[in-house]
């Protein structure tokens, strides 16, 4: 069955950095299009980025445009998902998606 689980939250100050990962199994992940989704509380969980299986395409929600980047390594089976530029309002729980499956999430925080 398929499994995702993320990695590499944390507390983070406004303008700081993390990297996320999401280490996939029980599919063919070479195969199938990645996407990152974030939930804040009280909020509903919202799209933050999405690649194609082969990289060719991205694409991001306009609230992260230009300070976070999505990848993935094809022979680690892992999308990641680079966050620069950080603000409070980034903070969420963030979530990895893949042919209707969710990871556990983890969580974000973004304050001084």
């Known amino acids: 069955q398929v499994q995702l689980v993320e990695s590499g939250g944390g507390l983070v100050q406004p303008g700081g950095s993390l990297r996320l990962s999401c280490a996939a199994s029980?599919?063919?992940?070479?195969?199938?299009?990645m996407t990152w989704y974030r939930q804040a509380p009280g909020k509903e969980r919202e799209f933050v980025a999405t690649?194609?299986?082969?990289?060719?395409?991205?694409d991001y929600a306009d609230s992260v445009k230009g300070r976070f980047t999505i990848s993935r390594d094809n022979a680690k089976n892992t999308v990641y998902l680079q966050m620069n530029s950080l603000k409070p309002e980034d903070t969420a729980v963030y979530y990895c998606f893949a042919l209707k499956a969710w990871g556990q999430g983890t969580q974000v925080t973004v304050s001084s």
């Open positions: 029980g599919f063919t992940f070479n195969l199938y299009a």
């Open positions: 690649i194609t299986a082969t990289s060719a395409s991205r």
